[in-house]
Every structure is written in structure tokens, then in C-alpha cells.
């Protein structure tokens, strides 16, 4: 009588802990499948946005105000650059050794900005000619499939998608080669060619006159 006793409050003891435990299990996994077939729901986009960069050069390097890089997009969304050429249109970062330099780019919360450098040294600015480079085109991934931009909830860096394209057999330094796969797997919601104009550059004022401490002010009709 006392084992069964004994056993009984075991059972007892095991469904009063167990029970929260699965329900909690059961809500978890429910909430992930909701999730998930949220994000299988989210339409495949890619922003693309052209800059007419002709009046930034020649010039060692160039800042664009892009409103649509916004910190989620910073932290969420791939975005490929590409410079665009008389006959191609050259992924960023590159190194052209035909002209003879390396470039960079740069992004920030509403903010792209594109430095050159000789390729001799990788130090020495290179002024890049008017008649060399036209546009910087950007194209900024907004979606959740794995054939776009990887799984970004396993992320180890932002090179996934270089890693997903390059499984795809897509040439990602191929501008029409990246842009025709994917108008074939998401709608390209083309933002717009902009001018990217030169920076005003600050006006200097003179420095205001200092009078002496106790200058006596005279006051005229």
C-alpha cells in the first residue's frame, strides 16, 4: 500500500511538470511554423536603383545619398553594387588592370560612398576620368528565400549570397547574368535613375571680431 502510494504521486509529480513543459513546447513550435510560413508568404523584391555618377568625376571618389539603405536594410538585406562602364558593368569591390585601379565601396544608414586606388600601391588616390565610368547601379535584396540571399538566420557573414548565386551557377561580376536570374525568381521594382551631384562644399565664414572686454558701444541715429 505505501509503494502504490509512492507510485501515485510519481504519476502525479510527472504530469504536473510535464504538462506546462509541452504545452510550452507545443506554443513554440506552432509560433515557428507561423513564422515560417510567414516568410514563404513575404513577395520576392529587388529594389534597383541607378546614379548617374558622371558629375562626381574625375574625382578619387564619390558619396551618394541613398535613402533606401535604412538601418534594417543595413542589417537584414544583401546589396550588390555595380559600376557601370562603356561595355560592362564592374561588381563592387574591384580591381581594373587594364585602367590601373582597385575600388572600394563603402555603405551606411542612407549613405553609399566609392573610394579609388592605384593598384600599384592600394594607397595612392586614383583620379578616375569622366569618360571611364557612368553609373553606379545598386540592387538591394528583400526577401526571405534561400535562393536570393541564403539563410540568413544561420548567417556567418554577408557573403552567403556570393555563396547561393555561386551554386546557382550565376557569374555574380556578371551584371545581366545576376539581374536576369532574378527577374525569373522576384519582381525588380526599378526605383528610379537618379544624378548624383557634386557635394556643396561649406562656406567659410570669417571669424567673428573679438571686442575688447569693456569696449564702450556707441549708439548712432
Known amino acids: 500500500m505505501h509503494l502504490l502510494t509512492i507510485f501515485w504521486t510519481l504519476i502525479c509529480a510527472t504530469v504536473i511538470i510535464g504538462y506546462p513543459i509541452y504545452l510550452i513546447n507545443k506554443s513554440n513550435s506552432a509560433l515557428k511554423d507561423h513564422e515560417e510560413s510567414r516568410g514563404k508568404n513575404t513577395p520576392n523584391t529587388v529594389e ?32 550588390l553594387f555595380y559600376l557601370e562602364s562603356d561595355d560592362s558593368c564592374l561588381k563592387l569591390p574591384l580591381s581594373n588592370n587594364s585602367i590601373g585601379y582597385t575600388a572600394k565601396v563603402y555603405k551606411n544608414v542612407g549613405k553609399v560612398y566609392v573610394t579609388f586606388k592605384s593598384i600599384k600601391d592600394g594607397v595612392t588616390n586614383f583620379y578616375v576620368p569622366t569618360w571611364h565610368l557612368k553609373k553606379l547601379k545598386i540592387l538591394i535584396i528583400r526577401s526571405n528565400d534561400t535562393r536570393l540571399n541564403g539563410n540568413w538566420e544561420n548567417k556567418v557573414n554577408k557573403s552567403v549570397v556570393h555563396n547561393s548565386l555561386a551554386k546557382a551557377g550565376i557569374n555574380i561580376n556578371d551584371y545581366e547574368d545576376i539581374l536576369g536570374y532574378f527577374s525569373n525568381i522576384a519582381s525588380i521594382d526599378f526605383k528610379g535613375h537618379f544624378v548624383a551631384k557634386m557635394p556643396l562644399k561649406k562656406k567659410c565664414f570669417p571669424k567673428t571680431t573679438k571686442y575688447p572686454e569693456h569696449q564702450e558701444l556707441y549708439h548712432t541715429a
Open 48 to 79: 534597383l536603383l541607378s546614379f548617374d555618377i558622371r558629375e562626381q568625376l574625375p574625382n578619387w571618389s564619390f558619396t551618394i545619398d541613398v535613402p533606401q539603405i535604412t538601418e534594417e536594410v543595413l542589417n537584414k538585406n544583401p546589396i
